[in-house]
Nanobody, 114 residues
């Protein structure tokens, strides 16, 4: 049972990345999915969520209009499309499955730098 993130990397301000989080050993359709991030010296913060019921989504204010969370239950994958990236978006990004049990991925580094 695990979550594996990918898609991080180094990007210039204004660039885009798409993070993926693939679940194995359980079905994402039974879970609310969230993306968190943690910058050096800071606490982990919620970036976006996607509810398993009604497919509702939500975002922290600083990423609204730039980030989009989505899921593909057939592929058992959740995505975070990140556009117009800013320096402050630099962090390790984690996906989190919240439901009957809770699972965390290992994180993927996103670095926004010119």
């Amino acid at each position: 049972v695990q979550l594996v993130e990918s898609g991080g990397g180094l990007v210039q301000p204004g660039g885009s990345l798409r993070l993926s989080c693939v679940a194995s050993g359980f079905r994402l359709s039974n879970y609310d999915m969230r993306w968190y991030r943690q910058a050096p010296g800071q606490e982990r913060e919620l970036v976006a969520f996607n509810s398993r019921v009604g497919d509702s989504t939500g975002y922290r204010d600083s990423v609204k209009g730039r980030f989009t969370i989505s899921r593909d239950n057939v592929k058992n994958t959740v995505y975070l499309q990140m556009n117009n990236l800013k320096l402050d978006d630099t962090a390790v990004y984690y996906c989190h499955a919240r439901g009957p049990l809770n699972y965390w991925g290992q994180g993927t580094q996103v670095t926004v730098s010119s």
